[in-house]
């Protein structure tokens, strides 16, 4: 199921177990240290619950262009930022919130929008998936 994905075997071990029983927790979070594939096996999951993973690699935020996006915005001013929220939505129900500004945080209108969104239904499947990158970094205030 997770082809090609060289992590910690247990925790995919332990997401093919909880999928094959069909019990999928609603909210999982993925630690450890910077670098070992969270948000990567986050995308692999996304692409085996929804398909298409050709789109939900194009959140990747280590791609060029994912990168020089949000380094664009660290040079906006905070209204700008703060009017439209970023996040990445390649496919229709797979929705990436990567770190935004100069501080690289979860910003509060990144919350706030995630929570309007998660409200409605599917796009296209049974499911959607939000994937909150570096959600230790999410502004407290």
């Known amino acids: ?3 090609g994905f060289w992590g910690n ?3 995919t071990q332990a997401l093919e177990q909880m999928i094959s029983q069909g019990r999928l927790a609603q909210t999982l979070l993925f630690s450890g240290p910077e670098g070992v594939g969270k948000a990567t096996l986050a995308r692999r999951l996304g692409a085996h619950l929804l398909g298409q993973a050709e789109l939900i ?7 060029p262009a994912n990168v020089e996006a949000i ?4 040079k ?5 930022r703060n009017d439209d929220p970023l996040m990445l939505a390649t ?3 797979f929705v990436t919130f990567p770190p935004d500004g100069p501080l690289r945080q979860i910003s509060i209108q990144q919350t706030r929008l995630l929570k309007d969104r998660a409200q409605f239904r599917p796009n296209k499947g049974n499911r959607r998936v939000f994937l909150i990158d570096h959600v230790d970094r999410a502004n407290g205030s």
Request: net charge negative; hydrophobic share 45%; glycine share 0%.
């Open 91 to 93: 496919h229709a129900d």
């Open 9 to 11: 075997q247990a925790v």
């Open 71 to 74: 380094a664009a915005r660290e």
């Open 76 to 80: 906006l001013p905070a209204e700008k």
């Open 57 to 63: 690699e194009r959140d990747d935020l280590s791609l």
């Open 1 to 3: 199921m997770f082809e």
